[in-house]
């Protein structure tokens, strides 16, 4: 089975989100973020973005920065900033979680209003957004929290971290 997204399979994407939904406990005890192999998390288990005081950012934010542009941009606008018929993402990750993202990204989703009909399509097997939607997800985080300004092409702090060469090769059915 190809797998999608740092390891998981797309039938997982559900139960994960699940799962960071009903166990997410109480961040009083948890630091804000924590990094394990040059990947950030958040105290709810999402992955986050990083960036150093000399403004560069950790790798996954620089890549999801990369792929949101060869990806994503076409519908969602420069920066995540949204078009005539695609929503700013930065606005709706302001308050949305990544479980939700997640499911929405790779499953679609439809929104009839009065006056048009939304169709964000299901990527679910599109290994270049799948393979790297926590990278996307902390990117369009950086931007939507204001800690990556709007025309900053973000520089990346170091180089790929392995774990992220080996889910890349793993995902991408190297």
């Not at 960071?20 to 109480?26: E, H, R, V």
């Not at 986050?48 to 519908?75: L, M, P, Q």
């Not at 709706?92 to 169709?119: C, H, W």
Request: proline residues 6%; aromatic residues 10%.
């Amino acid at each position: 089975m190809r797998h999608f997204g740092r390891g998981f399979g797309v039938a997982n994407f559900a139960v994960l989100a699940v799962l960071l939904m009903t166990t997410a406990g109480s961040s009083q005890d948890k630091p804000t973020k924590t990094e394990e192999d040059g990947k950030w998390m958040d105290a709810e288990g999402s992955p986050t973005y990083n960036i150093a005081a000399d403004g560069k950012v950790d790798w996954y934010t620089y890549s999801g920065f990369r792929r949101y542009h060869s990806e994503c941009h076409v519908c969602h606008g420069p920066e995540g900033e949204g078009s005539t018929y695609a929503p700013a993402l930065i606005e709706s990750l302001k308050t949305m979680k990544y479980p939700e993202f997640m499911n929405i990204v790779a499953s679609g989703r439809t929104i009839q209003r009065p006056d048009k009909t939304s169709v964000m399509p299901a990527l679910g097997d599109n290994v270049n957004v799948m393979c790297y939607l926590d990278d996307i997800f902390v990117y369009l985080k950086a931007r939507a929290d204001g800690a990556l300004p709007r025309g900053t092409r973000p520089e990346r702090s170091g180089e790929k971290p392995e774990a992220a060469a080996k889910n890349e090769k793993s995902c991408m059915g190297n």
